[in-house]
């Protein structure tokens, strides 16, 4: 189909009939209302973010996929650096009697290893397994590089796949192997280990707040749900668009139990032997899994600006005419030099089919520009979250653009919050959760007496796990509405992925 | 011990009477003379690049050699990116069924696979071995992704570690697992993916050169060392201090051979069905082995400024006196703000154990700056490549340092370059190859047939093998110094890492 696209009424007629030829790549998607987990899967693989390996649960990460999580990776890498961690790589295989050392830990883990036991023709002495998460490496690595309180604080972070043998699977959230950071630190003292484990719970929250317009619950996880392991574990925790939970991050404090397991000692100020105290935190793949389901729609994906691989896509129209495809490529390179990501299809597909394109993709910014838009020294800018369009002056394209991005971006925020809060209620008993959590889902709060059986009792008969106990606690009650007796916890429960 | 630092040639006595003390570190490096290998070995660990794990072969990249993979990674991901390649992630398993596919791969692969063969406490009913190298799996991959010319090229890079069951080890050279990028390209046409081929060869070639100052020889693998699988196989070969030869990175092209194995088709602007032709490109962490080898010196590292985690390492001269630390604070933040990488130490470590810390760490630069020096608006920059130490004006330090920098990675370049110019000669035959490598190392250019009969019998007889024919012939003579038949080749031998 050719346009003549010199009037901008002309290309709406136009790009209304190519819309309409290009209907069936939208018609792919099924509605969210309809089937939710069908809808995430058809976005994963209509946006091109992901396929599928001829291994189950074993993902390819594809271009545009893989370009969200360099951005966040280098968001967050640039965070954890600011805060003195370096990078390290350790290998990715554990011995079994390495694994074995600390008794919680293999007991949690061992289950869903992939064990290594051939090395070429050979048979191993001992089978391998391929880390499912590195804390013994760590542990066999601190031993032998730290000897004196010189040697503290160690502040490492790793970035890599793990490896763990899920039965069931699902793109991003739930893969055999993801990709992640996996962050390990060792204290001279336990008040430092505790403050390093707030702060990167506070690093994540913030980056999940301000990046990624995701809003969160932080708090502490249950005995029954923490890490493997570990005291304590501190988690983020969002809410989705179907209102189920996401763990977004978690954030551990170990005390000195793995540095006794693993006899790690330093000599202290006071020349004394001492155990370091150990932490590690670790966000995953399954963030991008967490943002397709809290911003996306029935058009595809919805990318909040600070982190979409692309937050301007360029399409010029009426590209064959002169001059356009230069005035074009004169905003890109202004909008570039300002340090934006920007992108120009000049291709010779239909406006339509760009368009359908790259609403899929969710890239924040479309701007559009014509023979008409030159004359004026003008552009429209159309909005992904709203749809919105407008005619825009190329004085100052920067500004407009900046300031379009940061109100994107609150805007997704602002309708995340939304969700969160609307659908957040306090209980006061397991009968109203389990009606509730059936009729509207989300979270319910209620009080908790601290006991795993009544945890356990909730699991069962309400159908909901403990998410965490809010760091910011509120008085609902004074009794556990489970067993009756004295409250200690205001708790949320909710269905989480 | 306290220094009076006032005067310069006091500070200059108390460093001398520190380095004693701290000699014991430094004494703790074989000279490289005595033996190269024990020293190649005293410097990765003293620097603290790397350290050993409880798996042989397998080694941890510590925080200093990670920075250097790190800046490796930013160089040289930026080249792949500018020409317009996208990197992606893809699992880190192979069926056994996927690796038989191409005949000539598996039987190079297969015998150094580590094999994974159960998936928690099931036997798996088919086992994987962790990838050697990805050309299967991006072949599965692009079979479900390339349909017309219009998918074409297909330009992927993946940042990942692989695995290779290896009998002997070396810290960098040779492990078991290492880290490496390996690009996979798809062209729908033979000239296309043979340009590719050569374009990724030099940018390899340039970032050796202008960024690590190891110079190199461009050229073809024979087809007894070419890649598993690949029509031809181009190489950069560099010479190490203790002229060896380092193959520090390679470029293949495939043909449709693996296309054809794996029935990857596209549909052509004519309407018929063809097989797209294929390359595939990688360096590794052994090019880390690679500068330390070309550059390094008796007193340890020598790092080539352009990839150098730390450019220029501050110390403050008699940090306690009033307004030093300010001082040194103040011309970090500007050598910050013109873009070097800059340390300040100000530990309570004695002058001459940082001294003797960073030299053994290869950074370029050191500046000292105390309270004489603040008084006369000077401080002094010493180089590590030459020792040389020279009082300059605060004023315009940026430039200075600059221009320092450029100044050494010229220096260490033009030093590399010597020694390969020195150490490379022509040789009429066998005997002379055998003669000269055995005296003086080096490379040995000869004539060659061409036949791998010639080629066996100098690696059995001269101990040579062949390390590639250069891209810059030259006429050496008309016969095959081994066989006395006519020659078809120019090319260098040696002996590798």
Chains 1, 2 share one sequence.
Not at 311 to 336: F, S, T, Y
Request: charged letters at 30%.
């Amino acid at each position: 189909m050719v346009f003549d696209t010199l009037t901008r009424k002309y290309i709406c007629k136009g790009l209304k009939t190519d819309m309409a030829q290009d209907k069936k790549q939208v018609e792919q998607i099924t509605d969210m209302e309809v089937d939710f987990a069908q809808w995430y899967t058809d976005v994963c693989k209509k946006a091109e973010l992901i396929d599928y390996s001829s291994i189950k649960g074993m993902f390819i990460y594809r271009p545009y996929g893989y370009a969200i999580w360099e951005n966040i990776q280098k968001e967050l890498d640039a965070r954890f650096k600011a805060t003195g961690h370096e990078n390290v790589s350790l290998p990715m295989l554990i011995p079994e009697s390495l694994l074995q050392k600390e008794k919680d830990h293999v007991e949690g883990f061992a289950p869903e290893c992939a064990w290594v036991t051939m090395g070429g023709s050979e048979k191993l002495e001992e089978r391998y397994c391929i880390r499912p998460t590195s804390e013994t490496l760590f542990c066999e690595h601190y031993k032998n590089i730290i000897h004196s309180w010189r040697d503290l604080p160690k502040l490492y972070n790793q970035w890599c796949s793990v490896l763990r043998w899920e039965k069931t699977s699902r793109p991003f959230l739930r893969h055999r192997e993801f990709l992640w950071q996996e962050g390990h630190t060792m204290h001279a003292t336990e008040e430092e280990a505790r403050e390093e484990t707030k702060r990167m719970l506070n690093i994540y929250a913030d980056f999940l707040e301000n990046v990624l317009a995701m809003p969160v619950v932080k708090g502490r996880k249950t005995d029954k749900e923490k890490f493997n392991g570990a005291e304590e574990t501190y988690t983020v925790e969002c809410m989705m668009h179907d209102k189920k939970a996401l763990q977004a991050g978690t954030s551990h404090y170990f005390g000195d139990g793995f540095a006794k397991a693993f006899d790690i000692t330093f000599t202290g100020k006071d020349n004394q032997l001492h155990h370091p105290h150990q932490t590690s935190w670790g966000v995953s793949t399954r963030m991008i899994g967490g943002l397709i389901m809290t911003h996306g729609d029935n058009n595809g994906l919805v990318l909040p600006p600070r982190i979409a691989p692309i937050q301007v896509i360029i399409i010029p129209v009426a590209q064959h005419k002169p001059g356009v495809i230069e005035a074009n490529q004169a905003v890109m390179d202004r909008l570039i030099k300002a340090g934006f990501r920007v992108k120009m299809d000049d291709s010779d597909q239909s406006a339509g089919w760009k368009f359908a394109e790259y609403e899929m993709k969710g890239v924040p910014l479309r701007l559009e520009l014509g023979p008409k838009d030159i004359e004026k020294n003008q552009c429209v800018l159309a909005r992904r979250d709203s749809g919105e369009k407008s005619f825009v002056s190329l004085d100052g394209i920067e500004e407009t653009v900046a300031a379009m991005l940061d109100s994107i971006h609150d805007g997704l925020y602002a309708r995340a919050k939304k969700n969160l809060e609307d659908n957040t209620y306090a209980c006061s008993s397991l009968e109203e959760v389990r009606e509730k959590m059936q009729e509207r889902g989300g979270f319910a709060k209620t009080m908790w007496c601290g006991d795993e059986a009544c945890e356990i009792r909730m699991k069962e008969e309400a159908g909901v796990t403990s998410r965490c106990m809010p760091l910011e606690q509120e008085h609902l009650g004074d009794v556990c509405p489970i067993c009756g007796k004295p409250a200690k916890h205001m708790i949320y429960w909710g269905v989480a992925y």
